[in-house]
Structure formats: C-alpha cells, structure tokens
C-alpha cells in the first residue's frame, strides 16, 4: 500500500513520463483524505495556459479542501515538458499517461478529472478512456473545439461558466448544455468573465459547495 507520504505534495515540480518526453507537474494534498485524487487541466497552451494558471489553482484548492489529492500538470511543450502543442490529440495522451502516474502512487482511489477552457476539451476527451467519477468543466470552450467527437460523459458532470466571459462564447456553452441528455449541473456565474477576475474566491466557494455534497 502506498503510504500518503509518498504522494509528491509541495511546491516543487516533479517529472511525470509521458508519450513524448517527460511532464512537468505539481501535486497537492489534503489535510483530511476523502479516497480520491483529482487531476487537473489548464487552458490552450498556444494562449499561455500553465498548471500555474489561477483558475486551475483555484479548482485544486477547492478539491484539496474537499479531501481529494491533486495534480496539475503541463501539457507537452510547456513549461518543462517536453514535446509540441497537438491539438488536443497528444495533450489527452499526456492526461492519460498522468492519470496512469497518479493511480500507481494513489491505489484505490476513485478519480476526478476536471479542466479550464482547452483543458476542460482535454479531460472530457479521456472520461470515455479512464473510469471516472466525477467531470468538471469550466468554460468549455464548445464553438471552438467538438465536444460532439466524444461520447456524452456517463458520470456525474459539473459544468461552469460566467455569462460575461470575453473568450468562450456564453451563449454557445448554454445552448450545447440544454442539448444535453441528461444534463450537466452548471454553476452560472452572473457577470463573470473567462478569467474570472475577481471572482476566484466565489469560484472556489461555489465548487466547494455544488462539490462537497
């Protein structure tokens, strides 16, 4: 058994292998175990998007509050990992090949996935690949990427989005999510723009709230 200690918790990166090179990461625990880890996409690397991204650091606090441990990782080619940006093909080899890390230092645990923006594209990509237990999006960016491709996800889905985001069209994710059967629960941030400047404590308090039950 696989002792929490051994889990890489911190503020310093470690390297995780993956299918072209090595991914950089960082990994966080929580002060009251709850049985399940949760791994963490950031948005489009082309964009800027890094695991130090404030949404994504925000979501993992929110789910290290809530007794899950934690990964967020960069995608192939950035920061210190190794590869090239590919679209979204690659980077769900690369969250695959996370998730795989994270089960041999995690046994028994169930497993999260969630995803800002592109990553949010990233992580509903692999839920058909990787026995979930939770989905959680945040402004999927739906008129930019086809979430069509993949089948629905059969877990249980938190959807979030503000309907003043200046990236991600609002109106789009609200109509694709009325498409959805059966649907997602969504969080909709009166107000809130795709960074959700602000607004990330409410952020957090909300996830902890919809999450947490």
């Known amino acids: 058994m696989v002792e929490p200690s051994d889990f890489p918790c911190g503020k310093t990166p470690v390297m995780i292998p993956g299918p072209a090179g090595e991914l950089e990461a960082l990994c966080g625990c929580p002060r009251e175990p709850a049985g399940a880890t949760a791994v963490i996409c950031h948005p489009h690397p082309l964009h800027g998007g890094t695991m130090h991204n404030k949404v994504v650091y925000t979501v993992a606090r929110a789910l290290e509050d809530l007794g899950l441990y934690t990964v967020r990782f960069n995608f192939r080619g950035v920061g210190a990992s190794t590869g090239v940006f590919d679209a979204g093909r690659g980077e769900t080899e690369d969250l695959l090949a996370v998730l795989r890390w994270a089960a041999g230092r995690r046994p028994g645990d169930r497993f999260w996935l969630a995803g800002f923006s592109f990553g949010s594209y990233v992580a509903a990509r692999a839920v058909s690949r990787w ?75 909300q996830l902890k709230s919809a999450l947490g039950a």
């Open 131 to 205: 026995a979930t237990e939770r989905l959680i999006s945040i402004a999927p960016p739906v008129a930019r990427f086809d979430f069509s491709e993949f089948p629905r996800p059969d877990c249980p889905w938190l959807v979030v989005q503000g309907d003043a985001d200046e990236v991600v069209d609002p109106g789009a994710v609200f109509g694709w999510l009325e498409g959805l059967q059966p649907a997602p629960e969504v969080i909709r941030m009166e107000g809130a723009g795709h960074f959700f400047h602000g607004r990330l404590i409410e952020l957090r308090e």
